[in-house]
Nanobody, 130 residues
Framework: QLQLVESGGDRVQDGGSLRLSCVAS????????IGWFRQAPGKEREEREG???????????IYADAVKGRFTISRDNAKNTVYLQMNNLKPDDTGVYYC????????????????????WGRGTQVTVYS
């Protein structure tokens, strides 16, 4: 069974940086696309916002408009880990960040941010204060 564990969340000042990690176990990494999502304070889980995703091979990253130019997603399949480097953080970036995965024949080459992700981690809290 696929398991995803996020880490790296913290409390950081406006303009600061954080790097989140998502470690996956129980899968062949390159067969899964991985996405990052966030749940803002006061929002329901169903209202989670897609932030970024990356294909199984590590190419074709996709970013939500709100984070383009500030966030970078990458993955190291040898370590079964996907990273989300977050720079120039803003208070609106505050939330619980989740990583999630799905597998399709195309997932090795491309990801879809709004796909039906089948496996989810428990999240890591990011708080940006001004």
């Amino acid at each position: 069974q696929l398991q995803l564990v996020e880490s790296g969340g913290d409390r950081v000042q406006d303009g600061g940086s954080l790097r989140l990690s998502c470690v996956a176990s129980g899968l062949t990494s390159e067969h899964y696309a991985i996405g990052w999502f966030r749940q803002a304070p006061g929002k329901e889980r169903e209202e989670r916002e897609g932030v970024s995703c990356i294909s199984g091979s590590g190419g074709s990253p996709i970013y939500a408009d709100a984070v383009k130019g500030r966030f970078t997603i990458s993955r190291d399949n040898a370590k079964n880990t996907v990273y989300l480097q977050m720079n120039n953080l803003k208070p609106d970036d505050t939330g619980v960040y989740y990583c999630a995965a799905y597998s399709t024949p195309a997932a090795t080459r491309m990801c879809i941010l709004w796909y039906q992700y089948s496996d989810w981690g428990r999240g890591t809290q990011v708080t940006v204060y001004s």
